[in-house]
């Protein structure tokens, strides 16, 4: 079993910036892929970013450039620096971890106004 929190959404204008934080309830050093997703009001939730125990990274295109996602093992914890935010980046955005199930965190809401 692993809970997940994550925390560090808000509301900020465009261009603006934010971090989110996602702290596992256990040791995340073995944890393979570790990710961020987010769902916006009417559309399906949607993969943003990926890292794996190595520090690969992967990201979907509307994001690279701006956001960077990283993890670390000591805190338990995986980031999300979110960086020129624009109104479309408007979304609950889940924290995810894969072992041999899959682990949601509750979502923090993500705002940007124009």
């Known amino acids: 079993q692993v809970h997940l929190v994550e925390s560090g959404g808000g509301l900020v204008q465009a261009g603006g910036s934010l971090r989110l934080s996602c702290v596992a309830s256990?040791?995340?050093?073995?944890?393979?892929?570790m990710g961020w997703y987010r769902q916006a009001p009417g559309k399906q939730r949607e993969l943003v970013a990926v890292i794996t125990s190595g520090g690969n990274t992967n990201y979907t295109d509307s994001v690279k450039g701006r956001f960077a996602i990283s993890r670390d093992n000591a805190k338990n914890t995986m980031y999300l620096q979110m960086n020129s935010l624009k109104p479309e980046d408007t979304g609950v955005y889940y924290c995810?971890?894969?072992?041999?199930?899959?682990?949601w965190g509750q979502g923090t809401q993500v705002t940007v106004s124009s």
């Open positions: 995810n971890v894969r072992t041999t199930l899959t682990y």
């Open positions: 256990r040791s995340i050093l073995g944890i393979f892929t």
